[in-house]
């Protein structure tokens, strides 16, 4: 059986990482399903989705020039149908923004506005400190 990009097969779950889980394939070959190749949904941790042992389906995306080959489990699921919540309002329908109620961010966009934020945090952080130590070693160096 010839392993290409696009063959969809089955395979056996035989490690788990943080990163994702490696399978192995007819012809004593191994590929790498990455993390974000796993679910439709956000995974945050592997092993609430597989298990070591489990047979799962999954569709070579990719192989790379070390002949690594990239697997997904998501491109042989159906994508989940979009929710109205998720949709973005037409010009015709009216729109009610929710109230702003703090919460855990749901939305991806939500997620994104959280990272952005939490990222010029740190910046700044690093920045102040960068700041501080190159003033302190030019006090030094005269």
């Given at each position: 059986?010839?392993l290409?990009?696009?063959?969809?097969?089955?395979?056996k779950?035989?490690?788990?990482?943080?990163?994702?889980?490696?399978?192995?394939?007819?012809?004593?070959?191994?590929?790498?399903?990455?993390?974000?190749?796993?679910?439709?949904?956000?995974?945050?941790?592997?092993?609430?989705?597989?298990?070591?042992?489990?047979?799962?389906?999954?569709?070579?995306?990719?192989?790379?020039?070390?002949?690594?080959?990239?697997?997904?489990?998501?491109?042989?699921?159906?994508?989940?149908?979009?929710?109205?919540?998720?949709?973005?309002?037409?010009?015709?329908?009216?729109?009610?923004?929710?109230?702003?109620?703090?919460?855990?961010?749901?939305?991806?966009?939500?997620?994104?506005?959280?990272?952005?934020?939490?990222?010029?945090?740190?910046m700044?952080?690093?920045?102040?400190?960068?700041?501080?130590?190159?003033?302190?070693?030019?006090?030094?160096?005269?």
């Amino acid at each position: 059986m010839e392993l290409g990009v696009g063959t969809v097969l089955e395979g056996k779950v035989t490690g788990i990482t943080k990163f994702g889980a490696f399978v192995a394939l007819p012809e004593g070959k191994t590929g790498l399903v990455h993390i974000s190749e796993i679910s439709h949904s956000y995974v945050n941790d592997i092993r609430e989705h597989l298990k070591e042992g489990q047979t799962v389906k999954v569709k070579i995306i990719g192989i790379d020039a070390n002949n690594r080959i990239n697997l997904s489990i998501k491109k042989t699921l159906e994508p989940p149908p979009r929710s109205a919540e998720h949709s973005r309002p037409s010009a015709h329908s009216s729109y009610t923004p929710r109230s702003a109620a703090p919460r855990e961010p749901s939305s991806f966009e939500d997620k994104i506005k959280q990272f952005m934020q939490d990222s010029d945090s740190k910046m700044s952080d690093l920045k102040q400190y960068i700041d501080k130590r190159s003033g302190s070693s030019r006090r030094r160096g005269k």
